[in-house]
Every structure is written in structure tokens, then in C-alpha cells.
């Protein structure tokens, strides 16, 4: 059984590109959550999604940041326009069910660096 | 607003020597507290959930505990592979009822041969 499954690892991205982070949770589970960690940081929620709905979107940005979890295929976490700000690990957890993120599994995480 | 301070933020210990990682959380309403290990470059690694104050779970030579006000991860007689760094989360109600977890900045653990 695989993990959560994360792609890139790593990402580099110029100042004003896009970026696409994309997060195949593990099987039979349908919840999934976005994190990200600053250097020195630490684990900030992002959003709360299951299939189809955003749940809970406290954690995003205003602006330049979305995420989506189609019914098919993985969750995306989408960046436009990044600045320096941006650089951070991203990580993706998943759980099975409504369990409150708590005993969620966390994905290897996606390294975003802007230059 | 939810709070989780963590301490100390490291800790070096000799193989053997046993110690305590604190964790000290301001939340209305706990829901759960959740500690997880995670090594450089890697994901968190669940360890364990607490629900309710007096609440203890073990696992090989960790044991965590909960009070009201804080949670304590107890290492016993470590190795050096159990050098990593701790994270305590705290889950509370947000508005609207979700679910994403407030996390500490962690406890950097080295373990010394």
C-alpha cells in the first residue's frame, strides 16, 4: 500500500511563474490537507479538502493560491505569480475519514524554491 | 488563537539517558493533541494521539502523556536512531468546523553514541 505521494520533490520556479504541486493520497482515503513549512518554521495548515469540495481554506493566501481535489485524480496546490516568499516545503497529509486531521499520513513534501 | 510551544527547541542526550520533550498548547475546546517524528527532508511521521487529560500511549520507547495544559513525550533509554525532530499539533474547532491541525515548532532531538 502505497503512501501520500507527492511530485515534485523538488521544484524551482522563477519569479512570476506558476506553480502545480500535486498530492495522490493514500488508497481509500478521500480527506486531504495542505501544509507548508517555512525555515525555522514551523507546520502552518493550509486547506481541507475532500472530493470535489474545499472544506476549510483558513490557512491560504487571499490571492495566488488555490487547491483543488478533483474526483479523479490527484490534489493540486497551485501558486501564480510566486515571489521569494513562497520558498518552503509543502506537504500533503491524507486520512481516511473525517477524523479531524489527526492520525493523517503525511506525504515526503515538495521543496519549492524561488529565484 | 491557537497556540503550541514546544520545549526545548533541542536537546542533545547521551545513548541511554532518558528525558522529556514538553509541549505546551492554549486551545478552546482540545479536540486532540498529536505528536509526530519527522527526519531532515522527510514528511511527519505519525506517532501518536491523545484525546482526554490523563490519557498516556506508548510505543517502543516513547511514551506520551496529556494534561490539560501540556503533553509530555518521555524517551527511555534512547538510541541514536531515534534522533529526529519531535512535533506536537494541536486540533481544535475553526470556524466552520474544519479540521487542519496546529503545530509547534519542534524539538530537535540528537541522540550521541
Known amino acids: 500500500n502505497a503512501g501520500v505521494m507527492q511530485n515534485p520533490r523538488h521544484l524551482v520556479r522563477r519569479r512570476g511563474q506558476e506553480a502545480r504541486l500535486r498530492c495522490s493520497p493514500m488508497?481509500?482515503?478521500?480527506?486531504v490537507y495542505w501544509y507548508r513549512q517555512l525555515p525555522e518554521e514551523g507546520l502552518k495548515f493550509m486547506v481541507y479538502l475532500q472530493k470535489e469540495n474545499i472544506i476549510d481554506e483558513s490557512g491560504m493566501p487571499k490571492e495566488r493560491f488555490s487547491a483543488e481535489f478533483p474526483k479523479e485524480g490527484p490534489s493540486i496546490l497551485r501558486i501564480q505569480q510566486v515571489v521569494r516568499g513562497d520558498s518552503a516545503a509543502y506537504f500533503c497529509?491524507?486520512?481516511?475519514?473525517?477524523?479531524?486531521?489527526?492520525?493523517?499520513?503525511f506525504g515526503q513534501g515538495t521543496r519549492l524554491t524561488v529565484v | 488563537e491557537d497556540q503550541v510551544t514546544q520545549s526545548p527547541e533541542a536537546l542533545r542526550l547521551q545513548e541511554g539517558e532518558s528525558s522529556s520533550l514538553n509541549c505546551s498548547y492554549t486551545v478552546s475546546g482540545l479536540r486532540g493533541l498529536f505528536w509526530y517524528r519527522q527526519d531532515p527532508g522527510k514528511g511527519p511521521e505519525f506517532l501518536f494521539t491523545?484525546?482526554?487529560a490523563g490519557e498516556e500511549k506508548e510505543k517502543e520507547r516513547l511514551k506520551a502523556t496529556l494534561t490539560k495544559k501540556e503533553s509530555f513525550l518521555h524517551i527511555t533509554a534512547p538510541k541514536p536512531e531515534d534522533s529526529a525532530t519531535y512535533l506536537c499539533?494541536?486540533?481544535?474547532?475553526?470556524?466552520?468546523?474544519?479540521?487542519?491541525?496546529?503545530f509547534g515548532k519542534g524539538t530537535h532531538l540528537i541522540i550521541q553514541p
Open positions: 497529509a491524507s486520512s481516511p475519514r473525517g477524523q479531524g486531521g489527526g492520525a493523517a499520513f
Open positions: 491523545l484525546y482526554s
Open positions: 499539533a494541536v486540533q481544535a474547532p475553526r470556524g466552520g468546523g474544519a479540521d487542519g491541525l496546529t
Open positions: 488508497k481509500g482515503h478521500s480527506h
